[in-house]
């Protein structure tokens, strides 16, 4: 039995219509993840809302919330743990110091440093929200039996390794 056409099998139809030269295979996969991620995303921001935070700022927020405990981390690792250029990395950082949920301070060992640490307000609130994310990805993650989701993860970890120094230029 064939499953129904979904919106990206309607394009590619098209594409073979006036194009059959094409090979349609690759942009039927990214094209789907295109679509998913866009509505994901959407999803996501929509749940952190609640929290008053965006997806950049929560992630922000659960870098320092996984890695440190009081020492606090250096905007440049917290730059490499996440996908912002450095001027965006200042704006979040000015957004989340002026709701208290960062601080700014010096280095104990080296005054020059720079250090970004939670405040108690924002630990309470990185809590909340990862609460708040675990279960928006559970609910948007599809509904297939466990043997089926455990492949399309191994297939997108393939996917993302062979991709992974590409998306971090």
Known sequence: MTPPADIVDEL?????????????SALGVVGRVLILAQG???????????HELSLGQFDILATLRRNTVDRGMTPTQLLRSVVLSSGGMTSR???LEAAGLIVRGTDATDRRTIVVMLTAKGKRRIDTATTTRFAEARASAP???AQDLEKLEELLRTWLLQNQMKLQE
């Open 93 to 95: 950082l000015d957004k």
């Open 143 to 145: 509904v297939l039996p």
């Open 12 to 24: 590619l139809a098209a594409w073979m219509a006036v194009r059959p030269d094409l090979d349609p």
């Open 40 to 50: 994901l995303h959407k999803s996501v921001e929509a749940a952190l809302a609640r």
